[in-house]
C-alpha cells in the first residue's frame, strides 16, 4: 500500500519540476533589488541626473521658498541646512523640482556631496546667509549629488 501512494507522489513531483519553468515570471516582467528606475528623478533610479540647487546656506527659511534639505559633506564630517529658493533641471526642463526633491524631503541628509575639494571648501566655508548656486550630478539611489561647479549669487566672478 505505501508504494502505491509513494510512486504518484514522486510522478506529482517531476511533473513540476519538469514543468517549473514554465510558471515563472519572465525576467523582463520581475523587479528587486538591484533593478532601478528608467527616469532619472525617481528614487530608485541609478542615471545621475544635472542640477542645479539655488539658495541660502545655514539660515532661517524664507517664506515663499521650496523649502529647506539638509546636505552633507563627508570628507569634512559636517551637515548644511540649505534653504532652496530654486531648482531646475539643467539637461531635462520637463523635470520638476517636486519630482527631484520628494523623496529627499523624508530623509535626514537629502544628500552628500562629493567632488573636488576647493568646491566642497566653498559650501562649507560659506558663512551662514550666503546664496549659492550649487551644479551636480543627482543620484537618486546612493544619496549622492557630485558637485560640479558652486557660485556665490550676486559675486559670480569672484567665486572663480
Not at 534639505?69 to 529658493?85: P, S
Request: glycine share 10%.
Amino acid at each position: 500500500m505505501r508504494c502505491a501512494t509513494v510512486r504518484p507522489c514522486l510522478f506529482f513531483v517531476a511533473f513540476l519540476v519538469w514543468c517549473g519553468g514554465s510558471f515563472a515570471p519572465p525576467v523582463s516582467a520581475q523587479t528587486g533589488v538591484g533593478v532601478g528606475s528608467s527616469r532619472p528623478e525617481h528614487e530608485g533610479s541609478r542615471q545621475p541626473l544635472k542640477v542645479k540647487l539655488s539658495g541660502f546656506i545655514n539660515t532661517k527659511p524664507e517664506e515663499g521658498g521650496l523649502g529647506v534639505i539638509k546636505l552633507g559633506i563627508g570628507v569634512f564630517r559636517e551637515t548644511y541646512l540649505f534653504d532652496l529658493t530654486n531648482v531646475e533641471a539643467v539637461d531635462r526642463e520637463r523635470v520638476t523640482p517636486r519630482a527631484i526633491f520628494e523623496a529627499a524631503e523624508e530623509r535626514d541628509v537629502a544628500f552628500d556631496l562629493t567632488g573636488p575639494r576647493n568646491l566642497l571648501s566653498k559650501i562649507s566655508q560659506a558663512p551662514p546667509g550666503t546664496p549659492l548656486a550649487i551644479t551636480g550630478f543627482i543620484q537618486q539611489r546612493e544619496r549622492k549629488m557630485q558637485v560640479v561647479d558652486v557660485q556665490i549669487i550676486g559675486f559670480e566672478g569672484a567665486a572663480e
